[in-house]
């Protein structure tokens, strides 16, 4: 399956939280550069260090962000041919309760690996499934975690650097600022900021402490909440981390590039590559 897929939902709720998302994002960064950097460091080679770092976190979180977005999560190819309910038990028959069997969506009518889930949202089944994401309007899933991740990180980043310097800045002297400026509507600003950036930053450190529990543990939200007993091998932590993240330098971990390749097996054969 292409990595280069496009997968977006048409959900009002989705729609709402992203284009909500990417609102935030632009406010923050116009009150981050405006009303913090400008006013009191734009005479310090501080002031270019904090612009430009900050503004390298949000283009980072924006493209995670986007890729999560559109990228294929890991759909199962829908049948060729549409099966009837007779065929469907009797596939199901054949198979035991071992989730490390393929089995039979009774709702999509697909054949499906190990670990797939439905959704119910994108109306298909997901590999590795964790959950549907209405601020990324998308499921969480086998080919897209790494980016989901990745946008949590950069938002943990930039909510931080923007609580911490914003914090420090009011209590620095305005520069070329009138007073009622300095008085009032820089502290609106900032203080808006400050407010925007914790919510966010809990919110986002709650959700990655969540990801990488999942990851670090080879068990998806999915299977958490139905309390699947696994039965697969055992692999190290760093062995989890490279199915998510990818086989190149761990720097390249933290870069929204290319999603890893993937090659779902069963226990003696080859299926397919996606």
Not at 214 to 227: G, L, P, R
Request: proline share 4%; net charge neutral.
């Amino acid at each position: 399956m292409s990595d280069n897929m496009v997968s977006f939902q048409k959900e009002p709720c989705g729609i709402f939280c992203v284009l909500l998302t990417y609102s935030c994002i632009f406010y923050a960064d116009y009150c981050f550069i405006g009303h913090v950097v400008v006013p009191t460091l734009s005479n310090s080679i501080w002031g270019v260090v904090n612009g430009l770092l900050f503004n390298i976190f949000i283009m980072l979180l924006a493209v995670s962000h986007f890729r999560a977005t559109t990228s294929d999560p890991g759909k199962v190819p829908l049948p060729s041919t549409t099966l009837d309910f007779s065929d469907m038990h009797q596939a199901a028959s054949l198979l035991t309760k071992d989730e490390n069997n393929w089995t039979v969506c009774s709702r999509c009518e697909t054949y499906r690996p190990p670990r797939a889930h439905h959704c119910r949202v994108c109306g298909r089944c997901i590999k590795k499934m964790d959950h549907h994401c209405p601020w990324i309007n998308n499921c969480v899933g086998e080919r897209n975690q790494k980016y989901f991740v990745l946008f949590l990180i950069y938002t943990g980043l930039s909510s931080l650097h923007a609580i911490l310097l914003t914090s420090i800045s009011l209590s620095l002297p305005c520069i070329d600022c009138s007073e009622q400026y300095a008085s009032r509507t820089r502290q609106i600003y900032a203080i808006t900021l400050i407010i925007e950036g914790l919510i966010f930053g809990l919110f986002v450190v709650a959700l990655l402490c969540d990801q990488f529990s999942s990851i670090c543990n080879d068990t998806t939200a999915i299977e958490y909440v139905q309390k699947k007993a696994s039965r697969r091998d055992q692999k190290s932590t760093k062995e989890l981390l490279i199915e998510v993240f990818g086989k190149g330098p761990s720097l390249s971990w933290f870069l929204p590039c290319s999603a890893p390749d993937l090659l779902l097996k069963s226990d003696n054969n080859t299926f397919y590559q996606v």
